[in-house]
């Protein structure tokens, strides 16, 4: 084995290594303030659910991988511990209050001890979920490090194994005790680096630097670099892979000057563009759409049915400068369902959603929502803002592998707003990364 000194001195010389990770530790905050960060602080405040929160915290480190949630004790734990959770509302309770940073190392020992407790009950009374206790540690550890990076670093397996190897940490101890041990000696190494390192070394830093010599793949960076690194997949204001005619889809639901003037010269309302449009995309898509609308009675917008996969979606579009607030139209919505899902059952349908597509949400309530699927034959109702369903679409025509069972997810995974990150979602396990969890 190599000693950290020696660890840390090849790492600080290779140009290759440095350059990597500045851009990787870059793109690291960047995703941490514009995104996870804000997640985080609306699931701690009630704002978003158990159920979104783990969906949107998938979709975001499946297009950022470069933490290494995304892997089996990251992601896959998060999705066991959910599925064995005997309560919903419970279980997001004590997931808001562990992933709350612990005031001290001491505190987040204890934290760690309590949470694995509970993840081994889990444990006990599910045998299909079959939660793993010890990825408590990174689990918790890569939430605390999210929101203070400079008090707790994650608990990479990587570093873990490489500290056990130079004697530097007892991989058998109690996981709290081995989280704390692990605190400990990277602060130590942290002191150490800064010999090799010009500028103040960070926890990552340092797993940074073991990882390097652990696992540094070239081909995997070639690989990384070809392909366009870590950047977002729908990322580019050019939009390459919309059709021209539902391009603006987005411009159109907002009213924006652009769509007005544009438009203007149609003789045709903005709200009735928008409804067409909404009808091509879903086309788009590979639904069999019918087209309802304005003038065809107290009608929904549309239906989109995916024949072969024995599912519909019944969909109203809103234009909204301001955007859409549901609480208003509850019973006409209430009236599109019960006058079109009998129909649907009829047809072989098992599953129907109802969509509500416009340029924002606003005001939702979620009892309403709630309401709506409990006391009518609807199987989910979401919200899709209108880049959303072009971003969709996107990833239809860019990944012809997809097809209409994988789209359903969108409509059926959970009621409310779908966010754009959750898309990722929808993409098949096959075509996800099966490389071992690594910090890169």
Known sequence: MVAPAEVFRQFADSEEAQEYYREHNSKRDEVTEEKLQPLIDDFQSGDVDVVEFKSRIDGLNKRNQIWGFDGFIG???????????PNEGDFGDRLRKAIQPPGSVNEGREKIDSFAE?????????????????????????????????????????????????????????YGTRYASFVEVLDELRSEAETWFESPVEYRDV??????????????????????????????????????????????AAGTDEAVNQYAPADTDLPVIFERKCGILFEMLGFDTEVLGQGSGRNPDGIAEAVRNDYAVIYDAKKREEGYRIGRDDRTIREYIETHTRRLRDQGKRHIYF???????????????RD???NTDIDNIVLLKANVLQELLRMRLEEPYLNLDDVEWVFGNR??????????????????????????
């Open 372 to 374: 709506l699927r409990t």
């Open 355 to 369: 969509a509500i597509v416009s340029s924002s949400f606003r005001d939702t309530e979620e009892s309403t929502l």
């Open 75 to 85: 992601q896959m734990h998060f999705n066991k511990l959910s599925n064995a959770a």
């Open 207 to 252: 797993a940074n630097a073991i990882y390097w010599y652990e696992e540094w793949d070239d081909d995997e960076i070639e690989e990384e670099e070809a392909s366009g690194g870590t950047e977002e997949t729908f990322a580019g204001a050019d939009k390459p892979y919309l059709p021209p005619v539902v391009s603006d889809l987005d411009e159109v």
């Open 118 to 174: 509970y993840t081994q009950r889990l444990k006990d009374n599910d045998i299909d979920s079959d939660p793993f206790p010890k990825s408590t540690i990174f689990f918790l550890s890569y939430f605390w490090h999210i929101q203070r990076p400079t008090e707790y670093p994650i608990f990479y397996p990587t570093s873990e194994q490489y500290l056990g190897d130079e004697g530097l940490l007892n991989t058998d101890a109690p």
């Open 415 to 440: 009621p409310g707003e779908i966010q754009s990150e959750e898309l990722e979602n929808i993409v098949p396990e096959w075509r996800q990364s099966d490389s071992e969890f690594s910090v890169s």
